[in-house]
């Protein structure tokens, strides 16, 4: 991806170029905000094996400490991706927060704790009336049911469908069955990299980002994404952008036709996946201004 100097030299809006200006010269009021999954861990079939790039925390550990905070926000619960990025007891993330199922869990890194409601009472009717939806299909022949669904805590339920011989196909044909599921149980469905998860409304990554920055009184923001999980947090950024926050879009473009050609036609700077993420990171730590 060549030097630091050049990477930072990429945003293509003026927006983008002004926010990461910001960014680089009043760091200690930024934010940088980040999604999980296909952001700081390589997409795989299992999510139970994700982890966050080698990469991720020592990255993390120069940059952190010069910006106002660092915030990864997820569908998944906090302690799951807290557990899969690596982040308990690790130097130099004090100023690490993570907000699981999208800004419903909190955990922060100087205090250890994690802070949640109690769970919705839809999710769990909607995930016992799963199995026998997904069985009626016939597209998990070569793996279970029982494979295909993530349960997050409580306060959502996900379906992968990475493991069916035709991944896009069966995806598309859940999309209207498990809005109908959804909504006879309170929920919506909230698209992403064949997976689609059912969870409460009135949550999303954009509420979450846009909430916290206005807690922290954040001067500026990046946020990172992959997929159409991400597009709210995108709309978050370009809101308080025209609210003359400065802003920078970043995509983890990964892979191709699974949402992030989207993305990647909104970013300000598109970088290739977790490892360009790292990269990304270690240039914005070596180029960042330090506190006087």
Partial sequence: MGSPENLLAQPVSEAGRAGLATLLARPAEAVVALDFDGTLADIVPDPEQ??????????????????????????????????????????????????????????????????????????????????????GTGAWRDAPVEDAIETKGGRAVAVHTRRTPDPQGTFEALRAPLADLAGRHGLIV???????????????????????????????????????????????????????????????????GEGAEELADRADLVVPGPAGVVQLLTALAEAAKPAP
């Avoid at 690490?96 to 100087?110: F, M, P, Q, S, T």
């Avoid at 009135?202 to 990172?224: F, H, N």
């Avoid at 709210?232 to 191709?256: F, K, N």
Wanted: aromatic share 4%; hydrophobic share 50%.
């Fill in 50 to 135: 994700a982890r966050a790039h080698p990469g991720v925390v020592p990255a993390l550990a120069r940059l952190a400490p010069l910006l106002r905070a660092v915030v990864v926000i997820t569908g998944r619960p906090a302690e799951t991706a807290v557990r899969l990025g690596g982040f308990a007891a690790a130097d130099g993330l004090d100023h690490l927060v993570v907000l699981g199922h999208y800004g419903a869990e909190r955990w922060d890194a100087a205090t250890g704790r994690i802070d949640a409601p109690a769970p919705p009472p839809g999710v769990a009717a909607a995930a016992a009336e799963l199995p026998a939806l997904l069985a």
């Fill in 190 to 256: 909230e698209p992403g990299r064949f997976v689609l998860e059912l969870r409460p409304p009135g949550v999303d990554k954009g509420v979450a980002l846009t909430s916290y920055l206005r807690e922290v009184a954040a001067g500026a923001v990046l946020y990172a994404g992959d997929d159409l999980g991400d597009l709210a947090a995108y709309a978050a950024v370009d809101a308080l952008r025209d609210q003359g926050q400065p802003g920078v879009l970043v995509c983890s473009s990964a892979t191709v």
